[in-house]
Nanobody, 114 residues
């Protein structure tokens, strides 16, 4: 499985960005896709995830601000990031999981200026 993420960039505090990730290759019908982030000097952490059936899981710090969605037909996952904060500056990674196997995208930089 290959993942291609896009949509990062520079935004002012309070602004919005939309991240997209396309999965290709041997896609299994039942899977989970999600977004993680890693700030300098910190561990990678879950932001949001969505299963192929539509169930979602959000980190407490983004609930209500970062809705996650997906297009199963095209194997895309999206993260709409609203009301961004400077401390959310990080590299955001797309992850695909099925049958216990994790696949990671290359990461996209999100920088939030104060």
């Amino acid at each position: 499985v290959q993942l291609q993420a896009s949509g990062g960039g520079l935004v002012q505090a309070g602004g919005s960005l939309r991240l997209s990730c396309a999965a290709s290759g041997s896609i299994f019908g039942f899977n989970c896709m999600g977004w993680y982030r890693q700030a300098p000097g910190k561990q990678r952490e879950l932001v949001a995830a969505i299963a192929s059936g539509g169930s979602t899981n959000y980190a407490d710090f983004v609930k209500g601000r970062f809705p996650i969605s997906r297009d199963n037909a095209q194997n895309w996952v999206y993260l709409q990031m609203n009301s961004l904060k400077p401390e959310e500056t990080a590299v955001y990674y797309c992850k695909y999981n099925d049958r216990g196997h994790d696949y990671w995208g290359q990461g996209t930089q999100v920088t939030v200026s104060s």
